[in-house]
């Protein structure tokens, strides 16, 4: 959901709920978006979001403690709309990508910890996809 994330360590038998960051403290519920697990470590995961739909505003969050605790990472120019879509490929774990639906995306090649937004801007980004070549 937007919202937030269940996980099962028993099959399925039974599901913990866990809430996504807010964007900003006060706010009454977070507007999350996309949301990927680095495929080397479950417990650091990365979720988009930001001012609500489709936003002026956004940013990406990392957990490395299974969704415990989140911390905003310092994406280099603050985004333009909440941030929709992350990427990651299993090959590749330290890259991950991360797309506004107005076209910005970044890119970490260090599991998360810089960021580069692309020269590039695009038009409304839809979907994102990482490759091993």
């Not at 490395?64 to 299993?90: F, I, M, R």
């Not at 890259?95 to 801007?121: N, P, R």
């Amino acid at each position: 959901s937007p919202f937030g994330f269940a996980t099962s360590r028993d099959e399925g038998e039974s599901w913990d709920y866990h809430y996504f960051p807010k964007f900003n403290p006060t706010d009454v519920r977070s507007y999350c978006r996309g949301m990927i697990v680095k495929p080397d470590d479950p417990n650091t995961m990365f979720v988009g979001n930001g001012d609500f739909i489709p936003g002026v505003v956004g940013c990406v969050q990392r957990t490395k403690d299974a969704g415990k605790t989140w911390a905003p990472v310092d994406l280099p120019v603050e985004p333009n709309s909440v941030v929709y879509w992350l990427a990651n490929h299993p090959s590749i774990p330290n890259v991950v990508a991360a797309a506004t639906i107005f076209g910005y995306v970044y890119v970490s090649t260090d599991g998360g910890d810089t960021w580069e937004k692309l020269d590039k801007e695009f038009g409304e980004v839809r979907a994102l996809a990482i490759t091993p070549n």
